[in-house]
């Protein structure tokens, strides 16, 4: 048994990254044709770092998945707060709702959005209601859900005595929850603002219905490009995407390893001491 779920385990990652290897190597090819390897170059990507036209892009979807995630991350812990506090009955009722744009087809969500700006910029009478602010707006909300899932574990973690020993020693709620709360669940919010950035950087389904002719992302540009052949410069692009967004969650589930493990020292210090 333990051999089957080795070889299945192996045969899913070799299915799951065998393309992001053929990929890399495209990226590195002299010739056009994928298929075909004619030498070694970098060429490729030094076309790619003087474009013009891909690099401003690349920019624009750096700039909106960092300011999503960070408005998220701020709105998305405000809110784990806020359930935290409820009643057990109210927060599996919020947390179901939380839920529900995970579960929803991002198509869906793309084109009730685009009706809601629509709708928005008929009431305004105006046409270019569509830009930067409607697909910063797209991401915030789709970005919300993870950041909730995030922090709040580490608040059902967390021990409700520390916040009141610090308010008994004489902290203010406020020093309270920045040197006591903040601490303990600052792990779970730095998961979800890095969860929150990659979910926004690759996004293109809900941005393709929200977003105007003023303010374009790269995936958005990808996917007009993918109608023709495409030039090998876009190979070393996605090539790059994929390390950068590889090393994200490599930081995000060291960071999340090393909280277990000082969560599991703690609870074994507590006990000892008991």
């Known amino acids: ?154 608040l059902t973690q967390m021990d409700p005595n520390l916040e009141e020993a610090a308010l008994d020693l004489g902290c203010t709620p406020r020093q309270a929850f920045f040197k006591v709360v903040l601490h303990e669940i600052l792990p779970g919010i730095i998961s979800g603002a890095l969860m929150a950035f990659t979910m926004s950087l690759d996004d293109f389904v809900i941005s393709y219905f929200v977003y105007g002719p003023s303010f374009r992302t790269l995936p958005l540009e990808i996917y007009s490009m993918v109608k023709k052949p495409l030039q090998p410069k876009i190979y070393a692009l996605f090539t790059l995407l994929f390390i950068s967004i590889l090393l994200v969650m490599c930081v995000m589930n060291l960071l999340q390893a090393r909280d277990e493990k000082r969560g599991h020292n703690l609870t074994h210090k507590r006990r000892r001491n008991v």
Do not use: C, W
């Not at 927060?91 to 793309?110: A, D, F, H, K």
């Open 1 to 154: 048994m333990k051999r089957f779920n080795f070889v299945f385990t192996v045969i899913v990652m070799l299915f799951l990254y065998i393309p992001m290897i053929v990929l890399g190597v495209a990226s590195f090819n002299a010739g056009t044709d994928i298929a075909v390897f004619k030498g070694f170059t970098l060429e490729n990507y030094s076309e790619l770092f003087v474009d013009k036209t891909l690099i401003p892009l690349l920019l624009n979807s750096l700039i909106l998945a960092v300011l999503s995630s960070l408005i998220a991350t701020v709105l998305g812990t405000m809110a784990s707060m806020g359930i935290h506090s409820m009643g057990r009955r109210m927060r599996s009722l919020t947390m179901g709702m939380t839920n529900i744009p995970l579960t929803n087809p991002e198509i869906v969500t793309g084109v009730s959005m685009g009706l809601l700006f629509a709708f928005i910029g008929i009431i305004l009478k105006t046409q270019n209601v569509l830009g930067f602010t409607t697909l910063l707006i797209a991401h915030v909300t789709f970005n919300l859900p993870y950041v909730i899932l995030s922090v709040m574990p580490k």
